[in-house]
Nanobody
Framework: QVQLVESGGGLVQAGGSLRLSCAAS????????MGWYRQAPGNQRELVAA???????DYADSVKGRFTISRDNAKNTVFLQMNSMKPEDPAVYYC??????????????????WGQGTQVTVSS
C-alpha cells in the first residue's frame, strides 16, 4: 500500500505565500516524477509543476516565477512553495507521484498515485 498525504493548504491573502507538502509512504521501491496539479470548480485538473527524481523542475506558464517545486528524496516528500499568490490560484491542489512499489508477492509494480487534495483559497 502506498499513500500520498498532503498538508499546508489554507487561506492566504493575495500577494501572500503558502507552502504545500506531500509525503509518500508505504512499500516504496523508488519514486520517479512527482508533481502538483490543481482543479478549480468547473475546470479540468491542470498541471501546476513537476519535478524529476534528479530534481529538474517544470512549471505551468501561469505559475512560472511565483511557484517553486522541490523534493526531498530521503523523505519521499515533494513541496510546492507558492509566492505572490493571485486570485486565479484558488483550487484544490493534488499531489501526484509515479511510484514503483513492492507488492506482497515479492515483485514490483509501477503506478500513478494521487493525494487526497488540499484546498487553497486566496482572499483579495
Amino acid at each position: 500500500q502506498v499513500q500520498l498525504v498532503e498538508s499546508g493548504g489554507g487561506l492566504v491573502q493575495a500577494g501572500g505565500s503558502l507552502r504545500l507538502s506531500c509525503a509518500a509512504s508505504g512499500s516504496i521501491f523508488t519514486i520517479n516524477n512527482m508533481g502538483w496539479y490543481r482543479q478549480a470548480p468547473g475546470n479540468q485538473r491542470e498541471l501546476v509543476a513537476a519535478i524529476t527524481s534528479g530534481g529538474r523542475p517544470d512549471y505551468a506558464d501561469s505559475v512560472k516565477g511565483r511557484f517553486t517545486i522541490s523534493r526531498d528524496n530521503a523523505k519521499n516528500t515533494v513541496f510546492l512553495q507558492m509566492n505572490s499568490m493571485k486570485p486565479e490560484d484558488p483550487a484544490v491542489y493534488y499531489c501526484n507521484a509515479d511510484i514503483v512499489a513492492r507488492n506482497s508477492g515479492g515483485g514490483y509494480r509501477r503506478s500513478d498515485y494521487w493525494g487526497q487534495g488540499t484546498q487553497v483559497t486566496v482572499s483579495s
